[in-house]
């Protein structure tokens, strides 16, 4: 349950967008199109290179507008996904919490499994970014983090190997954790990713058994509230008061999660007790510092000797000094040097100025560049046993020995390691600097994973992958494989680059930036293409070793700029820009622009078709075009398809030999809105979406191998895999050991029977393919049944098929067919069958078992009142009703007044019997109903059966 105060300490101040980041935009606007627009004009004739906040909104732009309310409005994404995730759940158990349904579905993790290798043009690898970092009350061995998409992880050797705790979860982000300090099997989570809202926040979830199984808390939000958080703290000596700072305030709890307050509002981003006085907190707004004297009841705006409009802050604290209060302060807009770093020495009352300079948020080594990104990344620690050493970081990582005042760089962002003046390596980015109170190690959350430092920051070590199982949470936009080699992939990533698996453990970092679409040359692996965001096309010939560019004019494309390769000629290769499709006959040495006769927009989607090279599919977010002659000339094929911003489509596939039958896949929350297909080329459609659960449907992929099938298609959406093929009546989950996370992409490689899946957070699977189901299931009746009829001595068939025990090789849960039906209404003994039934139709044997009526009900008397009689004599007239569910009769008995009654007495049917007890006159109905073998009574005026 939460709670709102409704007395806010402070209005939210209006927010010019020059000057803002895109964070604080959305967190004002719900409507996609508006937001949309104001980028646009905030972004027009502005460098959008790094430090610009260009690539964090684009990056949110991609998956927001594939998430759409129905009415085109920002959503909480998650929540829905969440709600619909546990739909599922109940209905048929079909997510990988249960690890269910999808015959022979057996999915695995094929990349990375353990660690990153930089490639020769490779400059900032990693394995993917880390929001927080957290630690075991006791075990200094054991550490936790939280991703922005792939969940909570665990470690229980200092990331020597790690384990993910939240799998079974439907797509969450991590932003805060707590761990209970004398029972470490309770764990708290803040979800979401609020320093880049690549997933939303649906509220605090809690676990009982150290991340087996999660439960919702009382802070919860809605599918219409799109909360970011940012932290999670606990009262250091009532562990039943939490706190969470969030976008739209700071909730607090007092009685361990069950119901949470809004005690202030505004767009917190930090918050922190001050060491051994909880009753003191502080917390940051854009609006200012807060501080509580009164355990966070209550919050005072603190301004003395403090700057005004600087987008983001973080607090420092130490053990070591307890009054020390650190302010490590951001710029006012997205560029520029940093605000300052301020230190107060009286408990946050005030503060005064430690240093301005040089700018530690940029990426200069000497700190001399403009360049900062605060907004999306901020983090500062003081040393628990001296709190004269604070450690700051934004793109890089700085140090101070003197409370501040002086700062030197310790990491740089730019791989490998010792080449700038020493510096060694921390990816890009800095979401966490936090020390463990056990051992005194610095551990730092970046961009490319988790790294620990034993002293003070001044040397590294990579954390993510130190074992034989690392850190998979690579979010994976596209991934390509070929025919010739099951082991060579591609895949292009977010924050992490483009990168290449050839068959082991590892993967190799080859560019860096966000990784998009990409390509591998069929009969020269070694020949791929990839690309950077919004277009930026690279080719290789020495399998990513050299890398050069081959971006056709001077054009932009969509943020996953889409690529496609002819199947038979390889040198043949198309991209698809701002309104233009571009063809090179020659490997991206030249290229031809095809353009519509419409401006239609970005295009989103390629495909040709291997049936007829000749014909290819190119989609924009709304329309579909389709070219017969290489894209000599285009036809838009759009009508009949939904033309709508909630909708808008996200891949095409075609059959394997018919260039005519093609499918097309639907982003958004519109139910019943999924997947389309033309046997046509798209002159007509038909809606194949079948009882597919509403979620984004993001990528499609035709199999051409299936033994017996035709038209098999698998999708991947934002929970799970699916497959329908033209023996199916329905799509069927294919999902068994998959994380619950989104799958952005697919590959199938046909001779080793593989498909593989790109996913958003959890790097990349694969399965062996779909197998058609060939095995009847098995069913086993219950024992014969005996039941108590109804009204009319009728009874209503119940069903059975929950007391038959069925087995299948695939479908856990067969559906059982019962004759006579449930529902259906007998009067006398009948024999009940059942047959069980898989998804694809096979029918077990029947099996029967007889169900028998006895009547086990008593009737049911109306009697008068009790009458104390001072005579044997008869005292009235007495009118006796009765009921049963099987005779459904009614008898009476009168018993006039003056006439004498001697007890007992029995009238003349036999059926009624007077008594006398205590001068009271009783009536007992004896054997009411003729068909029972027994009898049963009934006393007048108590009502209780003898």
């Not at 606990?234 to 700072?245: C, H, I, K």
């Not at 302010?327 to 020495?345: K, Q, V, W």
């Not at 940029?362 to 450690?391: C, F, H």
Request: aromatic content about 10%; hydrophobic content about 35%.
């Amino acid at each position: 349950m939460m709670k709102k105060t409704l007395l806010p300490l402070f209005l939210l101040a209006s927010i010019s967008l020059q000057g803002q980041e895109y964070l604080k935009w959305i967190e004002r606007q719900s409507d996609f199109e508006k937001i949309q627009n104001m980028a646009e004009d905030h972004f027009k004739n502005k460098d959008l290179g790094r430090g610009s906040g260009y690539r964090q909104f684009k990056r949110w732009e991609y998956l927001v507008q594939d998430r759409l309310g129905p009415d085109g409005q920002v959503i909480n994404y998650n929540r829905m996904v969440w709600d619909v995730a546990m739909e599922m759940k109940t209905k048929g158990g079909n997510t990988q919490a249960d690890n269910t349904e999808g015959c022979q579905a057996s999915w695995s993790l094929l990349a990375p499994l353990d660690e990153y290798v930089n490639g020769q043009e490779g400059y900032n690898p990693g394995l993917g970014r880390v929001n927080v970092v957290a630690f075991h009350p006791f075990d200094p061995d054991i550490v936790y983090i939280g991703t922005p998409a792939g969940g909570l992880w665990k470690t229980v050797n200092q990331g020597g190997s790690w384990v993910p705790l939240t799998d079974h979860l439907p797509s969450i982000g991590v932003s805060g954790i707590v761990i209970h300090p004398q029972n470490p099997n309770l764990i708290y989570i803040l979800t979401g990713d609020g320093d880049g809202a690549d997933t939303y926040c649906i509220g605090v979830l809690r676990s009982l058994d150290g991340g087996l199984n999660w439960e919702e808390t009382g802070l919860a939000f809605a599918v219409d509230q799109t909360r970011r958080g940012y932290k999670l703290v606990m009262s250091p000596d009532n562990p039943n008061v939490l706190m969470a700072a969030t976008n739209s305030g700071i909730y607090r709890t007092a009685d361990a999660g069950a119901t949470w307050n809004q005690e202030v509002f505004g767009s917190f981003v930090d918050i922190e007790f001050k060491p051994g006085d909880p009753s003191t907190v502080y917390a940051h707004t854009s609006n200012g510092f807060y501080r509580s004297t009164d355990n966070g009841q209550s919050w005072n705006t603190i301004t003395a000797g403090l700057p005004t409009g600087e987008n983001r802050v973080a607090i420092g604290v130490s053990p070591a000094n307890p009054q020390y209060v650190y302010l490590f302060a951001g710029p006012a807009s997205g560029d520029g040097f940093f605000e300052g770093l301020y230190r107060s020495t009286n408990s946050g009352i005030s503060f005064s100025l430690q240093a301005d300079a040089p700018n530690v948020l940029g990426y200069s080594i000497e700190g001399q560049d403009d360049r900062s990104q605060s907004a999306y990344d901020l983090a500062i620690a003081v040393d628990p046993d001296d709190a004269e050493i604070v450690i700051t970081g934004g793109i890089n990582v700085w140090w101070s020995f003197d409370g501040g005042v002086s700062l030197f760089i310790t990491s740089h962002w730019y791989y490998p390691e010792l080449v700038f003046n020493g510096l060694q390596y921390t990816h890009a980015d800095i979401h966490e600097l936090v020390y463990n109170p056990l051992d005194g190690s610095l551990w730092c959350g970046s961009d490319g994973g988790v790294f620990r430092s034993p002293d003070d920051g001044i040397t590294w070590e990579d954390r993510s992958s130190l074992g034989a199982t690392g850190l998979s949470i690579m979010q994976f936009y596209r991934i390509a494989g070929i025919q010739g080699d099951p082991n060579v992939l591609i895949g292009g990533t977010q924050d992490n680059g483009s990168n290449r698996w050839d068959g082991g453990d590892d993967i190799t970092h080859f560019d860096g930036a966000d990784g998009m679409d990409c390509m591998l040359h069929p009969l020269d692996p070694q020949i791929q293409y990839h690309t950077r965001q919004n277009g930026s096309l690279r080719k290789s010939l020495d399998g990513g070793a050299d890398h050069f560019g081959i971006k056709p004019g001077f054009t932009s494309g969509y943020w996953v700029t889409p690529l496609a390769m002819d199947p038979i000629d390889p040198e043949v290769i198309y991209a698809g820009y701002r309104d233009t499709v571009y063809r090179s006959a020659n490997g991206g040495e030249d290229w031809t622009a095809f353009v519509p006769e419409l401006e239609v927009g970005l295009y989103r989607s390629l495909h040709i078709a291997p049936a007829n090279t000749a014909r290819i599919y190119a989609a924009t977010d709304l329309r579909i075009f389709m070219s017969d002659d290489t894209g000599a000339s285009w036809s838009e094929i759009s009508a009949g398809l939904p033309a709508a911003a909630e909708s808008r489509i996200t891949m095409i596939a075609t059959d394997a030999d018919d260039d005519q039958q093609v499918w097309v896949t639907m982003a958004g929350f519109v139910n019943g809105r999924k997947v389309f297909y033309s046997p046509n080329a798209g002159s007509s459609w038909q809606n194949v979406s079948g009882s597919l659960p509403n979620l984004p449907v993001n990528c499609i992929i035709y199999d051409a191998s299936e033994p017996g099938g035709d038209n098999s298609v698998y999708i991947g959406t934002d929970v799970g895999v699916w497959f329908r093929d033209s023996s199916l009546n329905d799509w069927i989950p294919y999902m068994t050991g998959l994380p619950n996370v989104p799958v952005f992409d697919m590959e199938i490689h046909a001779a080793s029977g593989m498909l593989r899946a790109g996913t958003f957070g959890r790097g990349i699977w694969e399965s062996p393919l779909y197998d058609p189901d060939l095995t009847s299931p098995t069913v086993a009746c219950p024992p014969n049944q005996t039941a108590s009829p109804g009204a009319g001595c009728v009874l209503v068939l119940p069903d059975f098929g929950n007391l038959a025990l069925t087995t299948d090789n695939c479908d856990p849960d067969p559906d059982i067919l019962q004759t006579p039906a449930p529902g259906a209404q007998i009067s006398q003994d009948t024999t009940i069958t059942l047959i069980a039934q898989d998804w694809e139709g096979n029918a077990s044997g029947p099996c029967t078992f007889q169900l028998s009526l006895a009547d086990t009900q008593g009737p049911v008397m109306d009697c008068p009142e009790s009458v104390l009689a001072n005579t044997c004599d008869g005292i009235g007239l007495y009118d006796v009703i009765w009921v049963d569910n099987c005779t459904g009769g009614r008898r009476s008995i009168e018993r006039r007044a003056g006439k004498r009654v001697r007890f007992p007495h029995r009238d003349h049917a036999g059926d009624l019997e007077l008594h006398r007890r205590q001068r009271k006159w009783h009536i007992l109905l004896i054997r009411s109903d003729p068909r029972r073998q027994h009898g049963a009574f009934r006393r007048c005026g108590d009502g209780r059966n003898e």
